[in-house]
C-alpha cells in the first residue's frame, strides 16, 4: 500500500524554469513532511520541511505548499538550476510507539535541468 | 557529515550466500534504520532499531534480520541472498530535535 503517492516520476526543465513537484497522503495521523534531495552515488538530504500548521514554507528558491484538506504537498523550485539535477523525494512522518517515527517516503521524481 | 558509514559500499555475491552490512554512527543517536532504494518505490523500510538490542519489522522485513549489540552499530543481514534483494541499502539515523533523517552513502548489493 502506497501511502504517499509523488508525481511526476521524471522531469526536465530549462534552466530559469519553474519545477513543481507534487505528492499527496492517505494518512491524517502524518505530521512532519519533508522533501529530500538524492545526487547520483550519494545518499538523501534533507532539504526542506513543513508541519501541517502552515500552509507554505520558503527557503531560498524551494517552497513547499501543503493543502491539508486535500492531503496534497508540493515541492516548487523556482528559477531551476543544472545544480539542481537530483532525484527528490517526499516523505510523510508521524510518531508511533516509543517515540519512534515512522517516515513514509514518494517514489522519487528525477529532475533534470537543461541550460 | 552526520558521522555515519556503511560498508561495504559495493558487493557482488551468490544467490544463497550470506551477507552481512554494516553502519556505523558516531553521533550516539538511539534512533537508526535501513532503508531499501529500488527505481520505482523508492525508499523503503527493512528494520529500525530504537536502541541497544532493541528493534523491530519495518514494511519490507522478509528476508532480513538485524543486530544492535552496542549503539554505535546496526547490523543488517541477508541469511540467504537472494536476486530480489539486489538493491541500494541505506543506513539512517533520525535527528534528536528535527526528526530529520540522516543517511549514509549507501551500500550497493549484486547478487547474481
Known amino acids: 500500500q502506497q501511502q504517499v503517492k509523488q508525481s511526476p516520476q521524471s522531469l526536465i526543465v530549462q534552466k530559469g524554469g519553474i519545477s513543481i513537484i507534487n505528492c499527496a497522503y492517505e494518512?491524517?495521523?502524518?505530521?512532519?513532511f519533508p522533501w529530500y534531495q538524492q545526487f547520483p552515488g550519494k545518499g538523501p538530504a534533507l532539504l526542506i520541511a513543513?508541519?501541517?500548521?502552515?500552509s507554505e514554507k520558503k527557503e531560498g528558491r524551494f517552497t513547499i505548499s501543503f493543502n491539508k484538506s486535500a492531503k496534497q504537498f508540493s515541492l516548487h523550485i523556482m528559477d531551476s538550476q543544472p545544480g539542481d539535477s537530483a532525484t527528490y523525494f517526499c516523505?510523510?512522518?508521524?510518531?508511533?510507539?516509543?517515540?519512534?517515527?515512522?517516515?513514509?517516503f514518494g517514489t522519487g521524481t528525477k529532475l533534470q535541468v537543461i541550460p | 557529515d552526520a558521522g555515519i558509514t556503511q560498508s561495504p559500499r559495493h558487493k557482488v555475491t551468490e544467490t544463497g550466500t550470506p551477507v552481512t552490512l554494516r553502519c556505523h554512527q558516531t553521533?550516539?543517536?538511539?534512533?537508526m534504520y535501513w532503508y531499501r532504494q529500488d527505481p520505482g518505490h523508492g525508499l523503503r523500510l527493512i528494520h529500525y532499531?530504537?536502541?541497544?538490542?532493541?528493534?523491530d519489522k519495518g514494511e519490507v522485513s522478509d528476508g532480513y534480520s538485524v543486530s544492535r549489540s552496542k549503539t554505535e552499530d546496526f547490523l543488517l543481514t541477508l541469511e540467504s541472498a537472494t536476486s530480489s534483494q539486489t538493491s541500494v541499502y541505506f543506513c539512517?539515523?533520525?535527528?534528536?530535535?528535527?526528526?530529520?533523517?540522516?543517511f549514509g552513502e549507501g551500500s550497493r548489493l549484486t547478487v547474481l
Open positions: 539512517a539515523i533520525r535527528g534528536v530535535s528535527t526528526g530529520e533523517l540522516f
Open positions: 494518512n491524517t495521523a502524518f505530521d512532519y
Open positions: 513543513i508541519r501541517p500548521d502552515v
Open positions: 516523505a510523510a512522518s508521524n510518531t508511533g510507539a516509543g517515540g519512534y517515527q515512522k517516515v513514509t
Open positions: 553521533e550516539n543517536h538511539r534512533y
Open positions: 532499531s530504537y536502541g541497544v538490542k532493541d528493534t
